[in-house]
């Protein structure tokens, strides 16, 4: 998003700005606090990304990545979750003209293809265990549930949040402040989606190839 | 219903059982004396729902004194079991308990004092420092300190309701796995380390946030007092080491309850990795508590040598240069572990290096004296301590470090003598140092000086003999977390000694409690007499009022080099101009409060497999925050007028004493 435009949008509603006072200006730090946090998380997948390197050949004679995993799946999973992130940045680009019908319904797209994609990876845990490859059988397992999962875990509470800012958006319309808690949750939803360019590579493209 | 709790979980040992007795009676006096004198409100307006940087650095503080009173009461009874259980005598702790004892006391130590102590010190001091009124995320920094207050409280339970893990302050695998340790011990542990260590994350957000856009006009990173600067370093290994810490947990928690394979003996896992990874974290960690202390002692020298402070650029790149390398040796915890020669030699090597940055840093506080005016008094005292044991703690640290001699001495009391020497020598006299030192800012009259001496004293002298014969044990053969030994090691005169040690040492804490005591109560004869700058200090934090008023700076400084305080009382620069203005200031929320109470809930849920009422926390937990996130940003705004009353208060009451 351009600097200008959040400037302007600061300036036009922030009820904070009409002091002369250098220490009210939520944005920047915000921003910078929630990128921040976003590190934290980008650490935390490391460490998950580490131990699945580590323990991905031990398979423990439970079927290995190339035998359980099915690239078409996790390619239209990583489709949905592309386009996602697409149709949420074009809600940011409406919130910015102001315009609170495009907000809603680039959001209520997103939020389809958001469940969409939790749906698919449910069904494909689903059928793993069903099959009777649960976590429990191999330190490879393990390590892909968790790290999968993980992930999973986090689309899920970026749906529950990405329903609350839809609901504030609802009844508030877009002001200083659902403007930067949108800002702040696009962040989040990005995120996940190029954390999820390395699940797809690692485990998948490199798991079955 | 009740999961796994029976009626089992509240039958304990008599040692224990006395400590749960006296807890619930101080519970419930407190309770009485908040009702008879009619504190509720007061309680709940002014500290419970408070987003205040410097009532939340207090209530850390008090926090993290009350764990220090466990933890030493568990350091207490390891020492007296050690003295007195050898031969064929075995002492008054079963073995079961005393590896509950050792493993509370590392976790309660590290984790809720230490922690503690150092968030503490920086609510307290870097808005004040960095001429701020206030913090980056109030609510955040106030959830990060009930995260780490329902961590804390979490422990406490674990002493009233079953029992604690067995397996070691940082509860290695394969026995803490379920096979070896399928009680609701490492349970404990777990949520009680994974709830404070999410609070810790968002604090470390929170300061670093602070630090890099708080600033008042004019102070660039290198006019930044060196306490901030080591804040930002320490914080900068928070956001780093925290989330290894989270994501190992979480494994761990996996392997418990789900029956996963990450670190466990079969199944493929690799409880190497877990000692690899929770290391990873560890040794930032370390720096995550000495840093600091590096940042108070060099607001303390030159104050009290009445001098810059010497090499001020070297100091940062010492700082930063320690934060870059801690976090490449973290091997040298487990050299045994069988890695190859060139792995260990780098690991070894990097260790070694560490002492360059560290040594840098001595020789500037010396130099600092160097043909200053040095005042004797106790902060400066603490300084001294801190050289002596520190030098000698860095220097076995450093014989450590090379992995044939770690062969010889991994596990001994050697290495216990060590990481004391820098947690206590260190960490605790530095905090101590910090305490005296900014004490009279928030309470507006210094601590008996007399009593801080024989304090000190105490423990010097109890520091040296408690743990200078560890060395030696160490060098004979002693290994850690002994419960009883033959007589014929001829350890018995050295514990005796470390024993006594032990008990000098409490009796310069128990000076301190009647000195701060004492203090207070003749406080007006201790009153300081210049209104908020008693030791001539220099940085910003002695150029508004004792206490500081909600806001801080009725007029946010500018600033145009280091020490700017010392600069306007020299008349090097122009004092600032008395033009009030409107102050806008977040208002109080009890949601941070209500979240850490749910997730002490919460994790006592999941310890006892209570799931009904960890899905009820939980839901309730995501209710707090969505309401939180919906509300209006709502500020309280200070006129003019009212910022204008409360500074002439603060000179009157300067006037009138």
């Known amino acids: ?209 | 219903m009740f999961g796994r709790l029976t009626l089992e979980a509240f039958q304990h040992e008599a040692s224990q059982g006395s400590a749960v007795i006296m807890m619930l009676f101080s519970g419930i006096a407190i309770i009485a004396l908040l009702s008879y004198f009619k504190r509720w409100k007061w309680l709940w307006n002014e500290w419970l729902t408070t987003v205040d940087p410097k009532r939340i650095g207090m209530m850390y503080i008090f926090v993290a004194l009350l764990m220090f009173l466990k933890g030493f009461a568990d350091a207490l009874m390891m020492r007296l079991q050690q003295a007195l259980s050898v031969g064929e005598s075995h002492g008054f702790l079963s073995s079961g308990h005393f590896q509950e004892v050792f493993s509370a006391h590392g976790t309660t130590m590290i984790f809720f004092v230490a922690m503690g102590l150092i968030f503490g010190l920086m609510n307290l001091i870097i808005p004040l420092q960095i001429g701020a009124r206030d913090v980056a995320f109030p609510f955040v920094n106030a959830l990060g300190f009930w995260l780490f207050a329902s961590g804390a409280l979490l422990t406490l339970v674990s002493l009233a309701i079953g029992r604690f893990s067995t397996a070691g302050w940082l509860a290695y695998p394969p026995l803490s796995g379920i096979e070896y340790s399928p009680g609701e011990g490492v349970d404990y542990w777990i949520w009680m380390l994974q709830i404070a260590g999410v609070g810790s994350t968002l604090s470390g957000i929170n300061f670093l946030v602070t630090i890099l856009k708080m600033r008042c006009p004019g102070m660039t990173l290198m006019k930044m007092p060196i306490f901030v600067w080591s804040a930002l370093c320490s914080m900068v290994l928070v956001i780093f080491a925290f989330p290894i810490l989270t994501a190992t947990l979480v494994m761990l928690t996996l392997d418990r309850y789900l029956g996963m394979h990450f670190f466990t003996a079969g199944g493929g896992g690799n409880p190497m990795m877990y000692i690899n990874l929770i290391w990873a974290w560890g040794h930032p960690e370390v720096y995550i508590l000495i840093l600091p202390i590096f940042g108070i002692f060099s607001e303390v020298v030159p104050t009290f040598s009445e001098k810059r402070l010497f090499g001020y650029v070297s100091m940062v790149w010492a700082l930063v240069l320690i934060t870059f390398l801690s976090f490449i040796v973290w091997l040298h915890h487990f050299f045994t572990m069988g890695a190859s020669p060139k792995v260990n030699a780098f690991f070894g090597f990097m260790t070694m290096l560490i002492a360059i940055p560290t040594g840098v840093k001595i020789f500037n506080w010396l130099f600092t004296k160097f043909r200053g005016r040095v005042h004797f008094s106790s902060p400066m005292l603490w300084f001294f301590a801190f050289v002596l044991n520190f030098s000698i703690g860095g220097m076995t640290g450093v014989l450590l470090s090379s992995p044939p001699v770690d062969f010889q001495l991994h596990n001994s009391l050697f290495l216990i003598a060590h990481f004391h020497g820098m947690v206590i020598g260190g960490v605790l006299f530095g905090f101590f140092a910090g305490f005296t030192y900014w004490f009279p800012k928030f309470s507006g009259f210094v601590l008996d000086e007399k009593l801080n001496r024989y304090a000190f004293w105490c423990w010097l002298s109890g520091f040296l003999l408690a743990f200078m014969p560890l060395y030696m044990l160490g060098f004979m053969g002693a290994t850690r977390r002994l419960d009883h030994y033959e007589a014929a090691t001829g350890w018995h005169p050295l514990f005796i000694a470390v024993g006594i040690g032990a008990l000098i040492m409490l009796c310069g804490g128990a000076i301190q409690c009647f000195g701060l005591f004492w203090s207070f109560k003749n406080r007006q004869m201790h009153w300081d007499q210049t209104g908020g700058d008693p030791w001539n200090g220099r940085t910003l934090e002695w150029s508004v009022p004792s206490p500081p008023p909600i806001y801080n700076f009725a007029i946010i400084p500018t600033v145009d080099q280091l020490d700017p305080f010392w600069a306007i009382k020299q008349g090097e620069a122009p004092p600032p101009q008395q033009d009030y203005e409107e102050i806008h200031l977040p208002k109080n929320t009890p949601i941070g409060l209500f979240i850490g109470m749910l997730s002490l809930l919460f994790g006592f849920a999941m310890v006892w497999h209570l799931m009904w009422l960890a899905l009820a926390s939980l839901i309730a937990i995501i209710a707090c925050l969505v309401i939180r996130l919906s509300a209006k940003d709502e500020h309280q705004i200070i006129s003019i007028a009212q910022v204008k009353e409360m500074e002439m208060a603060c000179s009157r009451r300067n006037q009138v004493l």
């Open chain 1, 1 to 209: 998003m351009s600097q200008s435009l959040t400037l302007h949008h600061t300036r036009e509603l922030h009820p904070d700005t009409r002091v002369p006072d250098p220490h009210q200006e939520t944005f920047p730090k915000t921003l910078l606090g929630f990128w921040m946090y976003l590190m934290t998380d980008c650490l935390l997948f490391g460490t998950l990304f580490a131990t699945y390197a580590v323990l991905q050949h031990q398979t423990f004679g439970a079927p290995s990545s190339r035998e359980l995993l099915s690239l078409s799946t996790a390619f239209s999973e990583t489709m949905i979750l592309l386009f996602s992130s697409v149709t949420c940045g074009f809600a940011m680009l409406s919130a910015q003209q102001n315009k609170k019908k495009g907000v809603m319904a680039w959001l209520a797209f997103s939020f389809l293809l958001g469940i969409s994609f939790v749906l698919i990876e449910g069904r494909e845990f689903r059928d793993l265990v069903q099959e009777g490859n649960s976590w429990t059988k191999s330190a490879f397992l393990s390590s892909f549930f968790t790290l999968v999962g993980t992930h999973g875990l986090h689309v899920s509470v970026g749906l529950l949040w990405m329903g609350v800012v839809m609901a504030q958006v609802y009844w508030v319309g877009i002001t200083i402040e659902t403007f930067r808690r949108l800002a702040v949750f696009s962040l989040f939803w990005h995120f996940l989606d190029l954390v999820w360019i390395f699940i797809f590579t690692f485990v998948y493209l490199m798991g079955v190839m």
